[in-house]
């Protein structure tokens, strides 16, 4: 369901086919600061799910240029 209400809401200026990372491979990444997973991509945005402090579940579409590969480690 969270991903229908992501995909409603995807930024209009990119028409670019949506490219999903397999399940159990979605890489690690940082976004202001924000952990969490990609789940997709196109040419200029990201799809990213997070669980904020309180355990919510997130899923929403960045900017590519804001979004940065993590570590474990880090």
């Known amino acids: ?5 992501a995909d409603r809401i995807r930024p ?17 990444v940082c976004v202001n600061g924000i952990y969490g997973k990609a789940v997709a991509w196109s040419h200029s945005y990201g799809l990213i799910e997070w ?14 240029a804001s979004i940065k590969r993590v570590t474990d480690e880090e």
């Open 12 to 28: 209009m200026d990119d028409s670019s086919p949506i490219r999903d990372f397999p399940r159990y491979g979605r890489p690690l």
């Open 51 to 64: 669980l904020d402090v309180s355990g919510e579940y997130h899923l929403s579409w960045a900017q590519s």
């Open 1 to 5: 369901m969270a991903r229908l209400d």
